[in-house]
Structure formats: structure tokens, C-alpha cells
């Protein structure tokens, strides 16, 4: 027996190739591309529905279960109570499918955030020996680059410095009064 088992965890395993971020976004839209209802909504819209769907899901059972009760309520709903189950089947199974994708994207973002510190120390890096190295005069062709480097870091901290935070916009606009 312990063969078949074996056989049947190579045929099961996945090749150890790495995919490309550009292979992952085509997979990520043929996967859209193919899911059911995949409807872009606004913040305003998805705050409006969960506000709406705040309801228990105990309420929301026994609110289900009251359609098959009679047939008067199925009538008055316009759905029979089998339907409304499958939906509630499916929208269980979907949310499934919503905590992976989840789990995925925060995946994703964390090892990005590490790749970027790890340029980030890199870069900064290159630019200390980049700068030390400038100060001799053999190493002349490094001087207009570490120049370079100096002059976007002080832009980049001036800009930072001089965006106002809308709380300093709204006390330095001035009011208009009527004379």
C-alpha cells in the first residue's frame, strides 16, 4: 500500500517553479475573467451593503427558514426556499474564496514590503560608498551621480515638508465675510 500512497503524492505535487509577477497578474484576470458576478462597486457602495447586511446570522436563518413555512411567504419573496438555500450555500462557499484571496494579498504585500526594504539598504548602501568613494579624486566619475543622489534626498524631504495637512489648509484658508 505504501507505493500507491507514494504514486499518488508525486503525481500530486506541485512543480517548485517560481512564477513571475507578470505571469501572476495574467493568471489573476483569466481567474476574474471566468468567476460569476465579479461587479466593481465604489467605497461609498460597499459601506452602504455592509451596513445593510449587518444582520445575525441566526436572524438570517430564521428569516430564511420562515420562506418555507408557508407558501404564501415563498409567493410574497418570489423565490422558493430551495433557491434561497443554494444562495446561502454559495455565498458560504464564497466567502471561502474571499479569505484565501485575503490571506494571498497580505502574503503578497508582506514579501513586497521586504523586497523594498532590501533595495532600500541597498541603494542606501550604494550611496555611502558611492559618496565616500567620490572624495577621491580617481573616482572623479562618481562625483555627478552622488551629486545627483544629494539633490533628489533634499527635494524629497522639502516636499514632504511643504505638503499641508488638510487641518493646516482649512486654518489658512481665509474666511470671506460680508460687509
Avoid: C
Avoid at 455565498?91 to 523594498?116: C, P
Avoid at 550611496?127 to 524629497?156: C, M
Amino acid at each position: 500500500m505504501q507505493p500507491i500512497i507514494q504514486r499518488t503524492l508525486n503525481n500530486t505535487q506541485q512543480p517548485d517553479t517560481k512564477l513571475t509577477p507578470e505571469t501572476v497578474v495574467s493568471q489573476l484576470r483569466a481567474i476574474r475573467d471566468q468567476l460569476p458576478e465579479i461587479v466593481p462597486q465604489t467605497p461609498k457602495q460597499r459601506t452602504a451593503m455592509r451596513k445593510a447586511a449587518q444582520i445575525p446570522p441566526e436572524v438570517l436563518q430564521a428569516s430564511i427558514n420562515v420562506i418555507g413555512v408557508h407558501q404564501t411567504i415563498e409567493q410574497a419573496v418570489g423565490q422558493p426556499v430551495d433557491e434561497v438555500r443554494s444562495l446561502q450555500n454559495e455565498w458560504d462557499r464564497w466567502t471561502a474564496v474571499e479569505d484565501e484571496m485575503r490571506s494571498l494579498l497580505k502574503g503578497v504585500s508582506g514579501a513586497n514590503a521586504m523586497r523594498r526594504q532590501r533595495l532600500l539598504f541597498i541603494a542606501n548602501q550604494a550611496y555611502l560608498f558611492g559618496s565616500r568613494l567620490s572624495r577621491d579624486p580617481a573616482n572623479a566619475e562618481l562625483v555627478p551621480h552622488v551629486q545627483q543622489i544629494k539633490t533628489l534626498r533634499r527635494l524629497s524631504r522639502r516636499k514632504k515638508a511643504e505638503q499641508p495637512t488638510p487641518a493646516t489648509q482649512a486654518a489658512e484658508t481665509p474666511v470671506e465675510t460680508k460687509a
